[in-house]
Every structure is written in structure tokens, then in C-alpha cells.
């Protein structure tokens, strides 16, 4: 699976990692689960002797101080985690602030208004209603009905410093195992990545995204991505697939939306419902796929621009076709959008287009979605 291309990953090969509620039966049913021991009917056996048990690490030297900051972390951010049930489908959450804002993503959450909330600290389900969802970030906030006086916020890093190699925590619930840990690295950072409509996903195209070696499983969706510091740098969100074994995972490759991205997203819909402004770039066009004579994806038709928009300043006008955009090739809407998500508003891009059969191009300020 080439991940390198563009920093941007086909859409087949992601997919959003929410979970039925009913997988954890599936788990709990299974025999040879460690701790158990099948009935021997009263009949004396004989065993091999125990290994020797292997003393942990007793905190000095490099061993010791990574466990230490292992436990410190999870004992510090795990109770900022919370599980969200909707329906018969569950994700993860983290605790925002202390008035119960809870941020996960879109489709955690999917179509339902109100939710069954458990938090890490215990004490059985909190109800919970949508404030509002934003799919074309794949990020949602919910609100606690009531606000237990043991809600843990917690504390978001700063994305724009995580660096390749990082070690991080991923917490949440997959599978319905309630409060989970797994351990990776940061593989790489500003990935732009889109995600599938199968399985409840929203299709969204999302920039900047953090890429990460730890575990992201069914159920993990709006969980935590984790420093050693103890800050939430991310929120995992897509996991990829491998084609060539029947769209079964890709081990180690999971994404998560950066810190930066969940604040400035949360703090809007919070203040006022809804998203105000996106952050993202925008063309200012309403577009469509169209194909060659060879029937394969050829390029973006306009069919109408935005008044008072990025591409009407720049002169591109209904009918004009557009094949590329600072150099990379624009074959369908999608490939436009994931061009457009790895710029920021105000950006200057070179747009070449095909106008009644001449190849034109023009430098076009992009504006925001």
C-alpha cells in the first residue's frame, strides 16, 4: 500500500472505526481467556513446573522511567475517556471542559440526537444529547445531561509540534473493551486522508491528519491519541485496509485529527452550534466529475462559481474544465478536494483548465469552505 504519493491516501483504504455494541458478547463468549481454567472432572493432573516470574522494572534506568511514564499518563488521561453508545452501535469520547462537552467524531454519533455516556471513573451511564455534528471534519460534540462531580477534562497538546517518532497512547473502547490502551510511535504527520461512506463513515476529506503505529480498532473512533505528557495531540479516527486481503486491516496504520483541528472545531460548535468557520480552502465552485473518450475520470466541469467567490475573481466562469491544481492532477471531484485540503484559506494555487479545447491557467486566491 503506497502511503507516500501526494502524503494522501486512497479513499478505499480507509475506514472509520466505530463498532456494534454486541462485539464485546462475541469477546466475553470465548474460551481460553486467560485467568480461566477448564474443569480437569476431579481427576488429579500433573504440570509442568511455573517459570520464574519476571520481576518488572524497578524504576531506574531507561526500562523502568518508560514504564513509569506509561502508568503516569494512563492514570492521568484514561478518566478524561468516555464511551458513547448510540443505538446499537458504540465509540469513545473525551471529556472537553467541565460543564460536559464531550468531543468525538461524526459518525460515532451518525444520526441520533441523545446517547448513553460511560465514563472511566465509573459510577453507570450518564445520559447525553448532540450539540451539533460536523461530517465534513468527522467531528461531533455531545453534552452530558448531568455533569458528575468527577468529569475529568482533558488537556489537548499542541499538534503543530508532534514530530515523527513521538511515542503515543491510544485509549479508548474498542471492540466494547471498555477503557483500552495500546502503545505506538507517530509514523508521520500532515497526512491528508479520506474516508469511506461503508460502515456508517462520512466520507469526509480531512488534512494534517497524525498518522500512528498504536492499535486503532473498531469502537477506538473519538478516543484519545496520547504524548508522554500526558496531552491529547489527537483523536483517532480512520484506520486502512489492505485490499489484497479482503479489506482486512492494515496493521499499524491508523490516523487521528489533530488537536488543533478538534479546538478550533469544538470551541465553534460550543459557542455557537454549528460550525462558523472551517479553516479549510475553498475554490468557490459547484463542480462535477466528467470522463474522456476512454471513459476514465478526466477532470472537474464547473457548473456554476460562487458569486463573489475565489474562482469568479479569478475569471473561471461555468463550463470550464479544471485538470490540475499546483501541479497535482484533478481527474474527479474527489481528487479536487483532496487537493484543496492540504491549503489554507488565502493560499495562491495555480489552476490549469480546459476552456472550449484550450489549456489555460490562472493563480486563483483560494477562499473558505
Avoid at 476431579?42 to 526500562?63: D, F, N
Avoid at 474562482?311 to 470550464?320: F, P
Amino acid at each position: 500500500m503506497d502511503v507516500s504519493r501526494a502524503r494522501t491516501l486512497p479513499r478505499r483504504l480507509l475506514t472509520p472505526v466505530a463498532a456494534t455494541a454486541c462485539a464485546a458478547a462475541v469477546l466475553g463468549g470465548c474460551s481460553g481467556i486467560p485467568g480461566s481454567s477448564p474443569s480437569t472432572g476431579g481427576r488429579a493432573t500433573s504440570a509442568s513446573p511455573a517459570p520464574a516470574a519476571i520481576a518488572p522494572p524497578s524504576g531506574r534506568g531507561p526500562a523502568g522511567d518508560l514504564q513509569s511514564a506509561y502508568q503516569r499518563v494512563v492514570k492521568d488521561v484514561l478518566p478524561s475517556v468516555v464511551q458513547i453508545t448510540a443505538g446499537d452501535s458504540l465509540g469513545s469520547g473525551v471529556v472537553y471542559d467541565g460543564k460536559g462537552h464531550v468531543v468525538t467524531n461524526a459518525h460515532v454519533v451518525g444520526g441520533a440526537k441523545t446517547f448513553k455516556v460511560t465514563l472511566a471513573t465509573g459510577g453507570g451511564t450518564v445520559g447525553a444529547r448532540l450539540v451539533a455534528s460536523y461530517p465534513e471534519q468527522d467531528l461531533a460534540v455531545v453534552v452530558l445531561d448531568s455533569v458528575p462531580q468527577n468529569l475529568k477534562p482533558a488537556t489537548l497538546g499542541d499538534s503543530a509540534k508532534v514530530e515523527v517518532g513521538q511515542i503515543v497512547l491510544a485509549m479508548g473502547n474498542p471492540l466494547g473493551l471498555s477503557s483500552s490502551v495500546t502503545q505506538g510511535i507517530v509514523s508521520a504527520v500532515g497526512r491528508t486522508v479520506s474516508e469511506g461512506r461503508a460502515g456508517g463513515g462520512t466520507g469526509a476529506t480531512i488534512g494534517n491528519m497524525v498518522q500512528t503505529s498504536a492499535a486503532i480498532n473498531p469502537g477506538n473512533s473519538g478516543g484519545a491519541l496520547v504524548d508522554l505528557s500526558g496531552r491529547v495531540i489527537g483523536i483517532p479516527t480512520l484506520a486502512a485496509v489492505d485490499p489484497q486481503l479482503g479489506q482486512g486491516a492494515a496493521p499499524g496504520i491508523g490516523f487521528a485529527i489533530p488537536a488543533a483541528t478538534v479546538r478550533r472545531l469544538s470551541d465553534q460548535i460550543i459557542k455557537s452550534g454549528k460550525v462558523t468557520d472551517s479553516g479549510r480552502a475553498a475554490i468557490g465552485i459547484t463542480g462535477r466529475t466528467i470522463v474522456g473518450s476512454d471513459f476514465a475520470p478526466a477532470g472537474v466541469a464547473i457548473v456554476a462559481v460562487g458569486r463573489g467567490g475565489a474562482a469568479e475573481k479569478a475569471g473561471l466562469r461555468a463550463g470550464d474544465i479544471l485538470i490540475r491544481l499546483n501541479g497535482t492532477d484533478l481527474t474527479t471531484m474527489q481528487s479536487l478536494t483532496e487537493a484543496l485540503a492540504a491549503l489554507k484559506p488565502g493560499d495562491r494555487a495555480e489552476v490549469a483548465y480546459d476552456r472550449e479545447g484550450t489549456v489555460r491557467t490562472v493563480t486563483v486566491t483560494l477562499g473558505t469552505l
